[in-house]
């Protein structure tokens, strides 16, 4: 390409409309108080990436047209953070919050001194019989995805999320879309630019951004999102920039590292310098003397909140002055300079529509009531759990009745009562079902001091039972076979291609049947028949917690099978030897001997050990023996690159230990190897406690086995 360089006019004009676009988006951003249109921006914008695509060397880094436009990455690379990402201690409790306070107080009376108390105008003095109090910061608590934003010599240079408060995902090419957050800082006169700055924050979706993006994705016939902070984390996770939610908003709120470290003196201080550097902070944003003043805004925020258009579940109080915040420190989870109080559970008025009945892998029924869309704690919501037909019962609730719901953040909306004084006269009892609504077969039904708590299909090949059943088998934290997820199994069992659980091992002969199913083709077909494959390695473990036998989950499985080996070993087992296992009580086991001994339960395993299904488990007790291999009887995951070993020889040299090496690290991980440059599976693996070694680590080890 000959671009012809620019003429000094073009650019001035250039530098002009970046200055411009700049400005403007702080005036939106910060400032809440835009001076023209989103179509003028447009424009302006518009004519800079004309400019600049004319003559490339006019394209400036930090260039508002740099937003959009970068090159779609493979995965996220797992950063440090150089300060970790805390939590928040939270409650929702008034004489708590002002116990915090007095902690709080007292801790920084025992340290300060008479020159402090004079000298700063943070700790307000009030008559010789009054206490002195605290100025706190006080803020909405942005219900988001957190972010550290890092800038160097005002340049923004990396956006990682927050992850597991030590390291985190490096997200800065989506980042970079989003127009609230600056490329560049603002050169300030009145707060000078540290050298290096980290600004922590919210990104958040406003309602409206978050209607739209749904009603959006129902009309591509797309899974809708669950709330906006999932949007908003499902946005920070595209792999393609260009599909970042255009609309997302930021609020810095926090430090992390700042060159040079003595930069400001308040939280106060730092979020208007904040501003100044064109970041934006939250409008709502507040001091107070003391606990009353910091308790009147939490009241008054809680009345107006509702009208904001984000999501916010509390507010954070900070101690405001940053040396009093070093005195405090932090605990290894949250900082002692701050604490959340949290607003309880909305509720919300709706009319129950009717009641449908789902049959879980168990065979339970039950029922979930089906409603008005009512928006609650920022989801929209259509169902929610009755839980059994006793409480329906209990609640007294009927078809049409108004009734009142609660959904506490993550968890599942709750139908909390029926509002009787505005029954309808044609309300409609509801009548539990004597059959199966799929099967047919009758129920039965559980109960507790006469109160009934569950209702069973008894019927082991229900087909719905099955779905689910499978569903659950292929799951992550079970035989992990990720290509047979939800949609796949009631496909394959719609077409009778799968009938039972063994059926999945056999799936390979009628493969030309799987790549006649709708939408599935070759790919998809050996995909699929490659996951179970490689499933088959799982373990004994695995396996029992697989198989929906009741009582027995994967903590159950887990527990048996290192304490027996073998399948053989357990199927000649008897209850007491089952029970004798740690961690497995009698119930447990005279279920799972009941199983074992069951004509579904001699099928499955006949089914999987004839397919070479691994029904085998390295045993604890060579765990315990073996001091000397600290290999034997874990689960081991490598990652990263080594220095001093492939990853095949390694793990054959493990396993020669005594080690399962696995490929995916899960919740029944002991020990993730990293080497250089591991992603996402160390960040799982932190995720997950999961214990973590280097290679140096791993070098001694070997080497203290060897020896
Ligand atoms: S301060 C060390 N301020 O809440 C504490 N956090 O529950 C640093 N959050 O991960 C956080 N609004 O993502 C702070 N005004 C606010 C906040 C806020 C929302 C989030 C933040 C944090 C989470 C902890």
Redesign the pocket.
Known sequence: MSASPPTDAQRERAAKLRRELHEHNRRYHVDASPTITDQQYDELLEELARLEAEHPDLAAEDSPTRRVGGEPIEGFETVPHAVP????D?TYDRDELRAWYERTLKALAKEQTPEDSSGSPLFVEGGPEQAAEIRLAC?????????SLRYENGSLVRAVT?GDGTRGDDVTHNVRTIRAIPLALRASTEAERPAVLEA???VFMPDDVFTEVNRQREAEGLDLFMNPRNSTAGSLKQKDPAKVVRGLRF?A??LGEVEPAEAFASHGGFLAALREFGLPT?PA?DTASGFDEAWRYIENFDQRRGELGYA?DGV?L?VDRLADQAVLG?TSK??RW?V?FKFPAERVRTVLRGVEVQVGKTGKLTPRAVMDPVLVAGTTVRHATLHNFGEVARKDLRVGDTVVIEKAGEIIPQVIEAVVDERPEDAKPIAPPDACPVCATGVQIETVEDQETARYCPNPDCPAQLRERLIHFAGRKQMDIDALGDKTVHQLVDAGLLTSIGDVFRLHEKRDAIVALDRMAEKKADNLLAGIEASKARGLARVLGSLTIRHVGGSGGKAIARGFGSLDALRAADVEAIAAVDDIGPITAASLHDFLHSDAGRTVFDDLSAAGVDLTEPMAAASRESTESPFAGRKIVLTGTLESFTRPDLAEKLESLGAKVTGSVSKNTDLLIAGEAAGSKLDKAARLGVEVWDEAKLLEALAETAG
């Open positions: 990402m805390l939590s928040i939270n803020e909405p608590k942005v219900d988001g995805v957190a972010l927050r922590r924050g919210e609020f709120h926090g939250n944003i916010t954070v900070k932090a949250s900082p701050c959340a």
